[in-house]
């Protein structure tokens, strides 16, 4: 019980730190093993995002043609949270930026890149903020 109430505090602290610029959805999925991410983006073979985006030609709306890079969302944003349980139950905020695939965060993508990009094609007026939230037992 304290892990959650630790990670919900640290939501609605980035929640409201983004309601300054107006309404925020929040969207929260949580998980364990299963919320990490373990898509590799690099690498010029089968099995990998660049190959898939820059090969095969799947998923456009990733790429960003203009600038040669991996696309940005101008609405919604990637905060990813994680916890470990135990008697400390400890949280920390691992990174808050709009929606890309960054690879100096992290060299793995994971369950927030299709669901945060189907809620940007959604071009909903209000800013949506998307939390993958990881809560170790």
């Known amino acids: 019980m304290i892990r959650m109430l630790t ?3 640290l939501l609605s602290a980035v929640a409201a730190s983004a ?3 107006g309404k925020v959805q929040v969207y929260i999925m949580m998980g364990q093993s299963n919320m990490l ?29 203009a600038t040669k890079a991996y696309a940005v969302s101008k609405t919604v944003r990637d905060v990813a949270i994680m916890g470990s349980g135990g008697a400390t139950a400890k949280s920390a905020l691992h990174h808050n930026e709009f929606l890309t695939v960054n690879t100096t965060l992290k060299s793995t993508i994971g369950p ?7 809620l940007d094609a959604l071009n909903v007026r209000v800013r949506v903020c998307a939390c993958v939230c990881c809560v170790y037992v």
């Not at 991410?37 to 043609?65: I, M, R, S």
């Not at 927030?112 to 189907?118: D, K, N, V």
Request: charged share 15%; hydrophobic share 40%.
């Open 112 to 118: 927030e890149l299709g669901i945060g990009w189907a």
């Open 37 to 65: 991410g373990e898509g590799h983006v690099a690498g010029t073979t089968n099995g990998t995002l660049q190959f898939a985006v820059q090969t095969e030609h799947k998923y456009p709306y990733l790429w960003d043609a």
């Open 7 to 9: 990670t919900v505090g």
């Open 19 to 21: 309601a300054k610029a």
